[in-house]
């Protein structure tokens, strides 16, 4: 419990910290801003020019807006820039890739709030929810930020797209819980796992899951359900070579697995008699 308590305050800490660094690196931008000089107010007139123009002529250009926004960012004037984007998503948000998002949603945390950055990673995972990397940065910034529970929000949801969600997004999930030693939480991420993805590779994951934990009498279990369960649909009569090949896969690891706890029984029986 006590562990538990010092793990909490040491991230709590790391999150503050990150906060920290975010908000002084904003003062600092904002310190370094050219007081803007009459001509200097004349160049920025111009080029504001040439970018609402070149957007008149090509609205759907995607390259052309990213442009426009990262050209305000860098004459550090946020709120033009943020106003950039928003005119950005709404004439062209279908046509957005991954990469746009990413963009974004660190220029929101990075110039704007923490607050912010967290909303943009949310609507990205929910305009491009495909991406694996958008949830995996969405996590990311969470963990960074203290918030183990907010990020294991953003684990529900992806996991929660069934039946669309993939293996990565339980795998994922899987990790992060390994990440802070919740061995009975990723225990039940894989019991999950495989009733989704009922596959030998994923059966074979969740018992060197339990190898490694020491528990040998867990591991057989998962080769048995696994056995019975795919030993079902390879015996049908309209199985398919991929399953019956998924079968076979199974069978040579579950021998290879028998035969290794053979040897550790052997070896600890013999431990006991020296």
Known sequence: MDAGRDWKKKNGAAGAAFEQSLREARERREAEMEPETAELAAYRLARRREFEERARRRPFSIRGWLEYARWEESQNDYDRARNVWAR???VSMSMMDHTVWIEYAEFEMKNISVDSGRLAWLQAVSCVPDVDELWHKSIEMEEKLGNIAGARKVLDRWINRLPRAGEQAWLSYIEFELRYNEIERARSMYNAFVFHHPKASAFIRYACFEMKCGEVER???????????????????LASEAAKEDAALLSLAFAEFEHRATCIHDFANLQVCE
Do not use: D, G, M, P
């Open 88 to 90: 950005a998503f709404e």
């Open 219 to 237: 591991a057989r279990n998962v080769y048995q359900r696994a056995t019975e369960k795919l030993a079902l649909v390879a015996n049908s009569a």
